[in-house]
């Protein structure tokens, strides 16, 4: 079944609103979708993902200010998901009963007519309760990875405690992306078993050699601030996915020195002059002569220097200890590679 890409709802909602979100994390601002104030409770929820063998849920707290889109980013970095793709939340209004739909709202070629609230919006102290427990969390509306959601209790703690969500507890591996939701799983897993399998061993390196559906470590979580992660879904990769199919429909020109401009968003400029710059002195030296201008920064690279901030790029992936700079970092590799083609194909 073909899978609706994050990043295409991404690219229809407009950049400008959110460079406020751009300018509050490089001066290092507190989270935009957490309270003001610094919180003095947690909740603590139970989230089972179904119709999976063996059992895969986490147990995680959380501060009760955090919006649904701040719940998001926690459910994704507990399970160990790549948020790659869209999600929605299935819960009911205590005063209406209604079923309502929380998520990234869509338009008509993606779906159908319904409504849908902005997961940024709503916070989730003003739905769960010890009345109105459960919701349903969907990932991947190709595979339709199902997660229940128990409100267990509300914890009141030191506010320092609360400003970030804790993982306590869990069980089984986050089965692999894209791999054809519950039925697929259970089909992977059995392909793997079968020693000598051809089929099981194209899937055992598809998942980067070894896959243990019982491996869970809980002090290998890690949670992101769900602000950057929004500035980078809404913003950054989406003004990188724009210069790409820029490039492809016109081949920027190299200027008198042979080299080509490329546009990159301010924070995973920085990112990159903080993992790739010591690397070479050539990419150091161009990275340094990068011009900003707005929430930009343009650096030009010949091809040799192009080659070299690729290489780069791919052994800061690998080195990089937190998860949405890897990601980040990914995605710019990825980039420059398809920049990199697009030039040599001119």
Same mark, same amino acid.
């Given at each position: 079944?073909?899978?609706?890409?994050?990043?295409?709802?991404?690219?229809?909602?407009?950049?400008?609103?959110?460079?406020?979100? !751009?300018?509050?994390?490089?001066?290092?601002?507190?989270?935009?979708?957490?309270?003001?104030?610094?919180?003095?409770?947690?909740?603590?929820?139970?989230?089972?993902?179904?119709?999976?063998?063996?059992?895969?849920?986490?147990?995680?707290?959380?501060?009760? &200010?955090?919006?649904?889109?701040?719940?998001?980013?926690?459910?994704?970095?507990?399970?160990?998901?790549?948020?790659?793709?869209?999600?929605?939340?299935?819960?009911?209004?205590?005063?209406?009963?209604?079923?309502?739909?929380?998520?990234?709202?869509?338009?008509?070629?993606?779906?159908?007519?319904?409504?849908?609230?902005?997961?940024?919006?709503?916070?989730?102290?003003?739905?769960?309760?010890?009345?109105?427990?459960?919701?349903?969390?969907?990932?991947?509306?190709?595979?339709?990875?199902?997660?229940?959601? !128990?409100?267990?209790?509300?914890?009141?703690?030191?506010?320092?405690?609360?400003?970030?969500?804790?993982?306590?507890?869990?069980?089984?591996?986050?089965?692999?992306?894209?791999?054809?939701?519950?039925?697929?799983?259970?089909?992977?897993?059995?392909?793997?078993?079968?020693?000598?399998?051809?089929?099981? &061993?194209?899937?055992?390196?598809? !998942?980067?050699?070894?896959?243990?559906?019982?491996?869970?470590?809980?002090?290998?979580?890690?949670?992101?601030?769900?602000?950057?992660?929004?500035?980078?879904?809404?913003?950054?990769?989406?003004?990188?996915?724009?210069?790409?199919?820029?490039?492809?429909?016109?081949?920027?020109?190299?200027?008198?020195? &042979?080299?080509?401009?490329?546009?990159?968003?301010?924070?995973?400029?920085?990112?990159?002059?903080?993992?790739?710059?010591?690397?070479?002195?050539?990419?150091?030296?161009?990275?340094?002569?990068?011009?900003?201008?707005?929430?930009?920064?343009?650096?030009?690279?010949?091809?040799?220097?192009?080659?070299?901030?690729?290489?780069?790029?791919?052994?800061?992936?690998?080195?990089?200890?937190?998860?949405?700079?890897?990601?980040?970092?990914?995605?710019?590799?990825?980039?420059?590679?398809?920049?990199?083609?697009?030039?040599?194909?001119?």
């Amino acid at each position: 079944m073909e899978t609706c890409d994050l990043n295409g709802v991404c690219a229809m909602l407009e950049p400008a609103k959110n460079s406020q979100i !751009v300018d509050d994390l490089l001066n290092g601002a507190t989270s935009l979708f957490r309270m003001k104030k610094r919180e003095a409770s947690l909740y603590q929820f139970k989230i089972t993902l179904q119709d999976v063998k063996p059992p895969v849920w986490r147990r995680i707290q959380i501060p009760d &200010g955090y919006s649904f889109w701040d719940f998001h980013v926690a459910i994704q970095d507990a399970m160990g998901w790549a948020d790659a793709h869209l999600h929605e939340f299935h819960i009911r209004e205590a005063k209406s009963g209604e079923m309502l739909t929380i998520g990234i709202p869509d338009d008509e070629d993606f779906g159908e007519d319904r409504e849908i609230v902005p997961s940024w919006k709503p916070r989730i102290s003003d739905y769960f309760s010890s009345a109105m427990p459960t919701a349903r969390y969907v990932y991947d509306f190709g595979d339709d990875w199902n997660h229940e959601i !128990v409100f267990e209790e509300m914890l009141t703690v030191g506010s320092q405690a609360a400003l970030h969500p804790i993982c306590l507890d869990g069980n089984g591996a986050c089965p692999p992306e894209d791999c054809g939701g519950s039925f697929g799983y259970a089909e992977f897993l059995r392909a793997i078993k079968k020693p000598g399998s051809p089929r099981g &061993g194209e899937l055992l390196e598809w !998942v980067g050699g070894s896959f243990n559906p019982k491996n869970f470590d809980v002090q290998k979580v890690e949670f992101d601030d769900p602000a950057a992660r929004y500035a980078w879904a809404f913003h950054d990769s989406v003004i990188l996915d724009n210069d790409v199919s820029s490039m492809q429909q016109a081949v920027r020109k190299p200027d008198r020195l &042979g080299r080509v401009s490329f546009p990159i968003p301010l924070v995973p400029f920085k990112l990159m002059v903080d993992q790739c710059a010591s690397r070479d002195p050539a990419i150091q030296e161009q990275l340094h002569a990068a011009t900003c201008k707005g929430a930009l920064a343009t650096v030009k690279l010949d091809g040799g220097e192009l080659k070299l901030l690729i290489a780069a790029l791919g052994v800061a992936l690998t080195k990089c200890p937190r998860r949405l700079d890897r990601l980040i970092l990914a995605a710019l590799h990825q980039h420059f590679h398809q920049m990199n083609s697009f030039i040599r194909g001119r």
